[in-house]
């Protein structure tokens, strides 16, 4: 009879305890998501392929920062001649700046001569990046292809 009241306390014990551990473990898990911003200037040309490059900052809401560069390659039916300065980008759904870094999938329509703006919403696995910036340059086509970061 001790054996038993004795395991029954165990088991009831070990509930408690597993019962109490859940709502902390739910709420570390929503601590862990981290929100990053990107600043960036980047400048490139297409025809048929397109390239850019540049650099920019990632800084993190959990205090992690880096300095970057940027790299935009694909093909299409493109042609063109364009900068982007002062580009902002929210990166979403990491836990830390490590999940930043990588190629990003992007496809795109782009006209512009002269002045002219730029949103995109590019994926890399669960992690969102959604850019936007203006700059100036002459852009004509569709393309698609791939943005990457990387650590400077």
């Not at 299409?76 to 902002?88: E, S």
Request: proline content about 1%.
């Amino acid at each position: 009879m001790i054996k038993r009241t004795f395991a029954m306390a165990a088991l009831m014990f070990a509930c408690a305890g597993a019962m109490s551990a859940w709502p902390s473990a739910k709420a570390q898990a929503a601590e862990a998501e981290v929100k990053c911003d990107l600043s960036f200037s980047v400048s490139g040309w297409s025809v048929i392929y397109k390239h850019a490059s540049g650099s920019g900052t990632v800084v993190c809401s959990n205090g992690q920062r880096a300095k970057v560069k940027i790299e935009l390659n694909g093909g299409g039916i493109t042609a063109g001649k364009y900068r982007i300065d002062n580009g902002k980008g929210d990166i979403t759904h990491v836990r830390s700046i490590d999940d930043v870094f990588g190629s990003y999938a992007q496809a795109g329509a782009e006209a512009g001569v002269g002045k002219s703006g730029e949103a995109q919403v590019l994926t890399k696995g669960t992690t969102s990046l959604a850019l936007h910036g203006s700059g100036e340059g002459i852009n004509l086509g569709v393309s698609v292809g791939a943005f990457t970061i990387t650590k400077e």
